[in-house]
T-cell receptor, first 112, second 112 residues
Framework: DAKTTQPNSMESNEEEPVHLPCNHS???????IHWYRQLPSQGPEYVIH???SNVNNRMASLAIAEDRKSSTLILHRATLRDAAVYYC?????????????FGGGTRLMVKP | EAQVTQNPRYLITVTGKKLTVTCSQN?????MSWYRQDPGLGLRQIYY???????DKGDVPEGYKVSRKEKRNFPLILESPSPNQTSLYFC???????????FGPGTRLTVL
């Protein structure tokens, strides 16, 4: 799976939107963009994924650049519970090993 | 409630004493995986299973064994634990490759 680059940390105020960027310039045509997050002392938790079009679900939105070399996870109103490490991961469906390759992620801090 | 459970959550043991960490999922998922998480190294896959009696090595399988006799269970076995296996372990399951993975709460293992 291709590599992703994310900022080490970001800070946000509670109730404000948060835009978490991810660069993946070597993405291939069959790579899906997945986002997971890991809250303190918990296992990773799926957030959202997409291929080409922007995606929305109850947790977040995913905005994918037209050339697919970058994407942005959008939390519309950050809460204290959203403080976590967010991981951007590329998954090729030919990855028979079912493996998620977690990089360093972005540690999001939410201030009250 | 759909979930992945792991037991024990915490374990301190000594070098060479065989141990098993259990993992169970109630979502009828075909795929299950074991990961270890270490500071600075992210999550690394140990073993995965695509279905009953089908298992294969991940990135870091040395020193571990797994079995998949039933669809819901995927135990991780350390026949002769060593201190370098001190880590945080996560079990995960998903419906099929590419689908979101559901993670357990983690097992913190210390080998003295």
């Amino acid at each position: 799976d291709a590599k992703t680059t994310q900022p080490n940390s970001m800070e946000s105020n509670e109730e404000e939107p948060v835009h978490l960027p991810c660069n993946h310039s070597t993405i291939s045509g069959t790579d899906y963009i997945h986002w997971y997050r890991q809250l303190p002392s918990q296992g990773p938790e799926y957030v959202i994924h997409g291929l080409t079009s922007n995606v929305n679900n109850r947790m977040a939105s995913l905005a994918i650049a037209e050339d697919r070399k970058s994407s942005t996870l959008i939390l519309h109103r950050a809460t204290l519970r959203d403080a976590a490490v967010y991981y951007c991961i590329l998954r090729d469906l030919s990855n028979a090993g079912n493996m998620l390759t977690f990089g360093g992620g972005t540690r999001l801090m939410v201030k009250p | 409630e759909a979930q992945v459970t792991q037991n024990p959550r915490y374990l301190i043991t000594v070098t060479g004493k065989k141990l098993t960490v259990t993992c169970s999922q109630n979502m009828n998922h075909e795929y299950m995986s074991w990961y270890r998480q270490d500071p600075g190294l992210g999550l690394r896959q140990i073993y995965y299973s695509m279905n009953v009696e089908v298992t294969d090595k991940g990135d870091v399988p040395e020193g571990y064994k797994v079995s998949r006799k039933e669809k819901r269970n995927f135990p991780l076995i350390l026949e002769s634990p060593s201190p370098n296996q001190t880590s945080l372990y996560f079990c995960a399951s998903n419906r099929g490759t590419g689908n979101e993975q559901f993670f357990g709460p983690g097992t913190r293992l210390t080998v003295l």
